[in-house]
Nanobody, 118 residues
Framework: QVQLVESGGGLVQPGGSLRLSCAAS????????MGWYRQAPGKQRELVAS???????KFADSVKGRFAISRDNAKNTVYLQMNSLKPEDTAVYYC????????????WGQGTQVTVSS
């Protein structure tokens, strides 16, 4: 049974920070590229950040300089540190695991809501 469980979402004021966590089970975590996606109402899902097993990272232009992604392979967990949050960051954030060799093998978490509002 593969499970990705996100946590850490919530309501935060503009300029605030949150750290999202995604705990994975049932997969060989270290051989998966891990990513964070988000989807706001009426909008398409978009990639926010990704990290390879070796620590290489990619970020959406909209979050560069504000967000950081990291992983702890010993804990099978990927994190998304979100700083200087803006209202446009409001979305459901989803954790994704993509097999680094067999890209058709990927998994999704249930999502966690992030709301940035005053």
């Amino acid at each position: 049974q593969v499970q990705l469980v996100e946590s850490g979402g919530g309501l935060v004021q503009p300029g605030g920070s949150l750290r999202l966590s995604c705990a994975a089970s049932g997969i060989a975590f270290s051989i998966y590229v891990m990513g964070w996606y988000r989807q706001a109402p009426g909008k398409q899902r978009e990639l926010v950040a990704s990290i390879t097993s070796g620590g290489g990272t990619k970020f959406a232009d909209s979050v560069k300089g504000r967000f950081a992604i990291s992983r702890d392979n010993a804990k099978n967990t990927v994190y998304l540190q979100m700083n200087s949050l803006k209202p446009e960051d409001t979305a459901v954030y989803y954790c994704n695991a993509d097999h680094q060799i067999f890209s058709a093998k990927d998994y999704w978490g249930q999502g966690t809501q992030v709301t940035v509002s005053s």
